[in-house]
């Protein structure tokens, strides 16, 4: 696949050849190329390898700001991500598109607990539907006289649910982390009956498991011949 310039284009799929020299997909969503790792049709979802929102480890330090999805029908994923900080004794808030806009916000446990400096079991927010951009701070809530403020790690992202936060963060260093696994919605399942139309607006993928035609400019027929039922899907692009 060919990388193909266009200006007008608000996303394209590349192959970019990694390190290795091996070639992989990336979804370039203005101008910012993002490793592709998992595509589920019917869930109308994207995995990609996404930059960490916020982290302050070191010299690894993040800004807070995320990717601005806003004039893409791409958002972040409300249903299959949760937005994940760890470390301890840091108060961490997160604002939607206006900085006037507070999501949510969450309370990290204390570093005095069980006389740790940092602590992978951080705490959650929830995700509002069809959020296109959204940025995070941390704040310390820490006396700056205790020296564990010192070693706090704070680190806050928006994360694949699937992705095992207590195995894979414990066993890796997360200091030494760009990218993090996070889900893109790019359609919403609507269950129901449609018709799967015969014509120049009906698509297939190459081994004919799915196969899609469009109803209007927002919807489209789905099928998955793999799916022992009599119904089909309609799929609302967002």
């Not at 900080?85 to 507070?102: H, I, P, R, W």
């Not at 403020?149 to 200091?175: P, Q």
Request: with cysteine; net charge negative; aromatic share 10%.
């Amino acid at each position: 696949m060919k990388h193909q310039d266009n200006s007008n284009d608000w996303f394209n799929v590349i192959c970019n050849k990694t390190v290795n020299g091996k070639k992989v997909p990336f979804l370039n969503i203005n101008g910012t190329d993002l490793q592709i790792l998992d595509f589920n049709f019917f869930k109308g979802t994207i995995m990609v390898n996404h930059p960490i929102i916020y982290f302050n480890c070191r010299k690894n330090h993040h800004n807070g700001m995320s990717l601005n999805l806003i004039g893409t029908r791409f958002y972040y994923s409300n249903s299959d991500n949760i937005f994940w900080s760890s470390g301890c004794g840091n108060l961490v808030t997160v604002f939607g598109n206006e900085m006037d806009n507070v999501i949510s916000g969450c309370l990290q446990p204390s570093c005095r607990f069980n006389n740790e400096s940092s602590s992978i079991v951080g705490c959650r927010v929830n995700i509002p539907q069809g959020l296109s951009s959204f940025y995070v701070n941390m704040s310390s809530r820490v006396d700056s006289s205790d020296y564990k403020r010192e070693r706090s790690c704070g680190f806050a992202s928006m994360i694949s649910s699937d992705y095992h936060l207590t195995s894979e963060l414990e066993d890796i260093d997360i200091s030494n982390r760009t990218h993090i696994p996070t889900r893109l919605q790019w359609g919403t399942l609507i269950s129901g009956v449609c018709q799967l139309n015969d014509g120049l607006d009906t698509s297939c993928t190459f081994d004919g498991e799915y196969c899609w035609s469009r109803l209007s400019s927002i919807h489209l027929c789905a099928y998955n011949r793999n799916i022992n039922t009599d119904l089909t899907f309609c799929e609302g692009t967002n």
